[in-house]
Every structure is written in C-alpha cells, then in structure tokens.
C-alpha cells in the first residue's frame, strides 16, 4: 500500500468535502469499509467539523491513519479576513488554482446570513453590479461552494452545529458573486450536503436562491431543492431590463413572473423575494412602484429594495433616501412587505453588488509585499 508520505507527493489524496453521501459511501466501500463508517465520517465531517481523521475518536487508530493516507477533508484557504464596523464578515477565500470568491457573514443579533458565491466572477454584466466588471469566470465545485459554510463554522467557533436551535449562522442565502442557476449541478449538490439534517443542517426554509432570471432552471430549482427563491427583478419594463440585467433579451420579464407563478410552496411562508435596486431617476417613480405592484400580482410576493451600493466608477447613483421611502410606502399600501435592506459591511465592499476577488484588482504578488 501507498504510504502517507508518498501519496501526500503524488497529490493523490482525495478531498472528502462535496461528496454527496453516496458517492462519500461509494469511496469507502472502495476501502472495503462497511456502510456504517459512511454514517461516521459524515457526522465528523459535517457535524463537527473536523479537518483531520485523527479528531474521528470513535474510529480505531489504524482506521484513522488509512483514511488519511487516502483522503483529505479540506477547507479553502483564506487570503484576506475583514470585520466591519457594524460587525459584517467577509473572507477572501482562496482556492488552489488560485481563483478567488467572497463569502459574507451578516450577523443579527441571534441568528446571521452567510452569502455564498456560487462562481468566480460572473457572466451576466448587469450595469449596475460591480462583479459584472470582473472579467475571468468558472464555476465553484460543489466542495468550493460547501467549504465556504464550513469555513464561516470554522471562524464562528460553531461547530458542532447548535442543537435543537440554530447557531448564529442560520440561513444561507445564495447571494455572492456569480448566477446559481448558471452553476447548477454543483449548487443543487452543495445545498443537499448543506440541508443534510445529520450534519450542516440547515433547512431550506432557511436557504435562499437569488437568481437574474435563468428560467428553464426555476422549475428545476423547485422540484430539486424546494428552497426560498428570490428574482433580481430591478425593472418594470423590459427596455429597462434589458439594460439593468441583460439575461432580460433572453428571459423578459412575461416569462420570468410566469416562472415565479409555478414555483412550488407559493404560500405565504413561503413568499417569493423580488429583489429591486433603487437607482436614481432610473427606476425609482412612483409610476414604477405602481408598476411593480400591478405586475406582481398574484404571487405569494415581499419585496426587497435595495439602496444601490455605490463603487468606483459606477455609472449610477442611489435613490434619495424619500424616493426610497415613497417607493416603499407604495409597495406596502399594496399589501406587500417592502423592507429596504440595510447595507451592510459597506465600509469593507461587502455589500450587495461590491463583491470582486481583490487579487484580480491588484496582482496576489503586490499584496503580499
Ligand atoms: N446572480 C444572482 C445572485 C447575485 S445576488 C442574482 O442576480 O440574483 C446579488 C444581489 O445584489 C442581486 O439582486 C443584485 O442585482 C444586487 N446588486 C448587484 N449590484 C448591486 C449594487 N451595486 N447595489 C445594490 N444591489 C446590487
């Protein structure tokens, strides 16, 4: 057999992390192990976080050592760690082609949002985000996309995952750089690993997609994962849409509300998210809140306003803080909860729409000097 040391050189350990707990079973069984180890190894892995088999003290000794001569349970590396005044986290997390992507911790006072990026940058250039302006995209791996949850544990000391309750990492919204439904495969498998009751445990009422439009996907997305859907929406008319999300030329707006309409669960708990940016003197009359309301009608519906989030050299600007509130009373007049999401962790480019991997700005060798 292999020794440690020289599968360790030949790269030829396997990473655990983004296994679906079939194909989990299916490396072990290929170790001749039988099927409750499977049941073991999960719990350690994604219960109590452990990143090494010699933490697996239920299993013998020899056993932990033929595991790690075969496989690892890795985590992303983090190159840049940031705190914001107002107590929002975000990671630079690093991955080892060297590509970058950014998770965000928003903590409320007992339960948090952590944002998951599902790519590295992203294709849909919506005018107003700055992630549009980043050029170089790949999908994450389903373990890139779980690492993110299991690193955010890791800086939160969660781990084991709170009992009965929810820790301060509750919900997960699927909201950092990239399109989810562009990823597919590896989102759905990420937040089925996620959702896994005996280990990360997060339930899919408390998961969130946030999607451009990719219709086709939608339906997908209900019968395959169930979880809480939110639409970028952002415009009223699809002359503007075309421009704000450009994805809108291939997917306008008819169809993307005929999708919201067929997406399973629409009662009231289970609301679909309309997500709209407040641009100013774009899309924020009070002609286009009455439009908005008049277009969402008939979906179990809340909507998001969200304060455009500036960054340097965008080409807008945020509405002023009583178009905001007009747009909004319109909206609730209507019968739908238009919170304005707070920006959070702006001072840091945490917020919606700021999120670019720093090393594509700056080259990895200037930072580090
Ligand atoms: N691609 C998915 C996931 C990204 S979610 C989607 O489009 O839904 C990020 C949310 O922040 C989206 O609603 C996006 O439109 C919004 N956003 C992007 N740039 C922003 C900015 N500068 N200010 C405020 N919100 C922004």
Not at 102 to 112: A, L, N, S
Not at 169 to 195: F, Q, R, T
Not at 276 to 294: H, K, P, T
Request: net charge positive; with cysteine.
């Amino acid at each position: 057999m292999a020794t440690l040391e020289a599968d360790i050189e030949a790269g030829a350990r396997r990473d655990l992390v983004g296994l679906s707990r079939a194909e989990l079973g299916a490396a072990l069984a290929g170790l001749d192990l039988p099927a409750f180890r499977t049941k073991q190894v999960w719990h350690w892995i994604y219960c109590r976080g452990a990143t090494e088999f010699d933490a697996m003290t239920t299993l013998a000794k020899p056993l932990r050592r033929r595991l790690a001569e075969h496989f690892t349970i890795s985590r992303p590396a983090v190159s840049k760690a940031q705190t914001a005044g107002d107590r929002t986290r975000k990671w630079l997390v690093a991955f080892p082609d060297g590509s970058e992507a950014e998770t965000v911790f928003i903590p409320e006072d007992d339960r948090g949002a952590l944002c998951v990026s599902s790519q590295v940058g992203c294709t849909l250039n919506c005018s107003f985000c700055h992630t549009g302006t980043q050029p170089w995209v790949r999908n994450l791996t389903a373990g890139e996309i779980v690492g993110q949850v299991m690193l955010a544990r890791d800086a939160l000391g969660e781990w084991p995952a709170a009992e009965g309750g929810q820790g301060l990492l509750s919900d997960i919204v699927l909201m950092g750089v990239g399109e989810p439904l562009y990823n597919y495969d590896n989102v759905v498998k990420a937040m089925n690993i996620v959702m896994d009751m005996e280990g990360i445990a997060i339930s899919r009422r408390r998961i969130t997609l946030s999607t451009a439009g990719v219709v086709p996907r939608i339906a997908d997305a209900g019968r395959d994962l169930g979880v809480r859907l939110a639409i970028s929406l952002h415009a009223v008319t699809d002359a503007l849409r075309d421009v704000l999300v450009p994805l809108n030329r291939r997917y306008p707006i008819a169809q993307l509300l005929a999708a919201c309409r067929d997406y399973p669960g629409g009662r009231n708990a289970r609301r679909i998210t309309f997500e709209y940016v407040m641009l100013r003197g774009v899309n924020d009359s009070e002609a286009d809140a009455r439009a908005l309301v008049r277009l969402v009608r008939g979906i179990p519906a809340k909507m998001n306003l969200i304060p455009f989030n500036p960054w340097p050299g965008a080409p807008f600007e945020c509405s002023t803080p009583r178009a905001i509130e007009r747009f909004a009373a319109i909206v609730n007049r209507a019968g739908y909860a238009s919170p304005v999401r707070t920006p959070r962790g702006r001072d840091i480019l945490a917020a919606c729409g700021q999120l670019k991997s720093a090393s594509l700005r700056v080259p990895a060798r200037a930072r580090a000097g």
